[in-house]
């Protein structure tokens, strides 16, 4: 099993919405930093959201400001993605990664889940 695993992708029309979650399945994982990243075809992994384990600090892609927002419940050891105000231009597959210390860099995330589609028709 991946250390992280994500939950949520689909199909939706522009404008829509969706819930992605995440759940560190590791038990040492509940007290590290989560984020957000996709991956759209022919581009590079690029970061969307984070938050701490604490969940008291968030950071945003540009962008996605306004649109997503980045949730965690701690008794419930897990993450939320909520994506609003979706756009073709959102199609992606979406990975959870988890770090002790969190950013906005993919080399500062050691553990990753296996990702999830995410599909925006217009």
């Known amino acids: 099993q991946a250390p992280v695993v994500e939950s949520g992708g689909g199909v939706v029309q522009a404008g829509g919405s969706l819930r992605l979650s995440c759940v560190p399945a590791?038990?040492?994982?509940?007290?590290?930093?989560i984020a957000w990243f996709r991956e759209i075809p022919g581009k590079e992994r690029e970061f969307v959201a984070g938050?701490?384990?604490?969940?008291?600090?968030?950071d945003y892609a540009d962008f996605v400001k306004g649109r997503f927002t980045i949730s965690r419940d701690i008794v419930q050891n897990v993450v939320h993605l909520q994506m609003n105000s979706l756009e073709p231009e959102d199609t992606a597959v979406y990975y959870c990664?988890?770090?002790?210390?969190?950013?906005?860099?993919?080399?500062?995330?050691?553990?990753w889940g296996q990702g999830t589609q995410v599909t925006v028709s217009s």
């Open positions: 590791e038990r040492g994982l509940k007290r590290f930093a």
């Open positions: 938050i701490s384990w604490e969940g008291d600090s968030t």
């Open positions: 990664a988890a770090a002790s210390t969190g950013g906005s860099r993919l080399s500062e995330y050691p553990y």
